[in-house]
């Protein structure tokens, strides 16, 4: 009898704490157009897989009369449960209670998950929803974020680590975001800023809304803080599946493999490429028509354009592209698709994903406001990451590579495995246009007409250096192929590096120009 | 990111292309006119210590622009006179705002 009432009690308890911030906060989160954290929490989980802990954690706090107020969980969910059957760690911080606010025992529950995770080695996934700091407890809440961004550090390139912003984000918060793999944000949702609108305001004299300031368009598109961007909650979370069906659970695993399967035929890869190299086309499209059912998941659609990266399957595996991409700015290289590329990069390497590198581009974008913006140490950051990776890579030189971006865009000289060249490949030190005016300046400036003459040098200049040939003959590149053969000789390539085995020299860590 | 084909050139020759947002509203470069004192911060400005047609030797204070809690003291560059005077007391001015216009004796 005493048994059953012990339960009973129990129950009462759970139902308690289950109702977070009590209904009418619910009913504010809900015409925010949110979903509550446990909703939330369920919908990326596989049904009923969710068990929480933590649930009967009270806060600390004693000053400001918070001695007699209760916070359920305070103010934040932790637990397992799987994706796909397989496991998982999720904390979601519940605006519901108290805005979310993290104090003392809130960070400490989520410090305690992120434990877990990296103890398990599954991945982490973290939803954000916090009016921030707890003032209430001072110097507390700031060493609970402290704590998570030490963790976040530490568990980098061993497990995912997956931050989902659902809600305000603001001030040192968004720095426990930043240090993870990958950032979902939401249209009229998401909100991640260091210093918010009515500060600026008055400190600055400037004005600015919230969504101009840090919504989600604007990290998707001009920070690049943010590498998904949905409509909804419910695409938010398809898209966070998705990804984790492409990566693999730890740094000591393989992606998981699918059943392989062709191209759907719907890009005829010969009729892509225009055969100016001066005329632009999607290069995604070549991604799909190599890749297992035409299928690719592109990371960080928005940001840096002139560059594509993102997952697809070859042969039912996981491989991670980098390509150039000739539609926008005409592929090239600058601060921002440097960054984009080069962090990419390092988390294919940090998990045993292969890189296949598509190469079309004629250099790095000139301008004074990006040597000013630091193209040199930005673009330092794609030639180290290459350098540095180990797990295979496969280059595919589609049309142009000129010059530093030749070099850049895993060249042979930066430990490339296999590099083959299509026959419209130019691989020479700069176009024909620009290294003519050089090579022949005196015959050109001499000509009775100079014009005349500069076609005359350009059209030499192309049929003797424009080509693949030349770097053919000094062994840069291992095969001229033909478009048709690009997805067998990758086949054939990410088959023959199955069991690569590379390292560096030791060393505790580079020095990379972040 | 805007859908029609624009020009880029790169080492002389020209790429059909789209611009990125970015790209299009990047900041045209533009030499320094040592003559123009503009804000190195956004703020308030506080005080203002000279008047048109003053000649001011280097280093003297001009004005005291508040910002970020600071007062900060915007000095004379050179020797020199000043000529126009672009800005009042009180005025909340950005980053980057014309404030005085001088010339170098």
Request: charged share 25%.
């Amino acid at each position: 009898m005493s048994l059953k009432r012990n339960i009973l009690d129990l129950r009462k308890r759970k139902e308690e704490v289950l109702q977070g911030g009590g209904e009418k906060a619910i009913e504010k989160q809900v015409k925010m157009g949110k979903l509550t954290a446990r909703e939330r929490v369920r919908a990326i989980l596989d049904e009923d897989s969710f068990h929480e802990y933590d649930l009967f954690v009270e806060h600390v706090a004693r000053d400001f009369n918070m001695e007699g107020k209760v916070l359920h969980g305070d103010g934040v969910i932790t637990g397992t449960g799987t994706i796909y059957g397989r496991p998982v760690c999720i904390f979601a911080q519940d605006f519901t209670v108290a805005g979310g606010s993290l104090g003392l025992m809130h960070a400490r529950k989520i410090t305690k998950i992120m434990d877990h995770a990296l103890k398990m080695r599954v991945p982490l996934i973290g939803i954000n929803d916090s009016g921030g700091a707890r003032i209430q407890e001072g110097v507390n809440s700031l060493a609970g974020y402290g704590e998570i961004f030490y963790r976040n550090t530490m568990a980098s390139g061993v497990i995912p680590q997956i931050s989902v912003i659902l809600g305000p984000c603001a001030g040192g918060a968004v720095y426990s975001p930043a240090l993870t793999d990958f950032v979902f944000v939401v249209e009229n949702i998401s909100k991640m800023f260091i210093t918010g609108p009515s500060v600026i305001k008055t400190v600055l004299g400037e004005e600015i809304s919230m969504e101009e300031l840090g919504g989600a368009r604007v990290h998707a598109e001009t920070t690049g803080n943010a590498h998904f961007y949905a409509m909804s909650e419910m695409e938010c979370f398809d898209q966070i599946k998705k990804l984790l069906t492409y990566i693999p659970w730890n740094n000591s695993k393989k992606a998981e493999a699918f059943p392989p399967q062709e191209p759907s035929g719907e890009f005829k890869i010969e009729d892509i490429v225009p055969s100016d190299p001066k005329l632009p086309y999607d290069i995604r499209h070549i991604i799909q028509s190599i890749t297992d059912g035409s299928e690719f998941f592109e990371v960080m659609e928005n940001f840096a354009p002139n560059i594509v990266i993102g997952f697809g399957r070859m042969d039912g595996n996981t491989v991670g592209f980098v390509a150039n991409q000739p539609k926008v700015l005409a592929g090239v290289l600058d601060c921002d698709s440097s960054d984009k590329a080069a962090r990419f990069i390092r988390y294919c390497d940090a998990f045993n994903i292969p890189i296949v590198t598509l190469e079309d581009l004629p250099g790095y974008l000139p301008g004074v406001d990006q040597e000013h913006a630091g193209v040199i140490r930005h673009g330092a950051k794609i030639l180290y990451a290459y350098s540095e990776a180990t797990v295979p890579k496969i280059t595919v030189i589609i049309r142009k590579a000129y010059g530093g971006g030749y070099i850049a865009m895993n060249s042979r000289h930066m430990r490339a495995d296999f590099v083959f060249a299509w026959p419209t490949a130019e691989i020479a030190v700069m176009g024909p246009e620009g290294a003519a005016n050089i090579v022949f300046r005196k015959e050109i400036m001499e000509a009775e007409d100079p014009e005349a003459m500069r076609q005359q040098k350009i059209q030499e200049y192309k049929e003797k250096f424009a080509n693949p040939y030349v770097a053919a003959a000094k062994g840069y590149i291992d095969e001229v192929i033909e478009p048709e053969q690009t997805r067998n000789m990758l086949l054939h390539a990410l088959a023959v590096s199955e069991n690569k085995e590379d390292r560096g020299p030791a060393k505790k860590h580079g020095v990379p120009p972040f | 990111m805007s859908e029609e084909l624009k020009p880029l050139v790169v080492h002389s020759a020209v790429y059909k292309t789209e611009w990125t947002k970015k790209f299009e509203n990047r900041k045209k470069w533009q030499a320094p006119d040592p003559n123009l004192i503009h804000s190195f911060i956004p703020g308030t400005i506080i005080e203002i210590r000279i008047e048109e047609g003053q000649e001011v030797k280097e280093g003297e204070c001009l004005l005291i622009l508040e910002a970020m809690k600071m007062r900060n003291r915007v000095e004379m560059p050179v020797d020199g006179v000043i000529k126009k005077i672009h800005i009042k007391p009180g005025q909340q001015i950005p980053k980057a705002h014309l404030m005085l216009e001088i010339e170098q004796k």
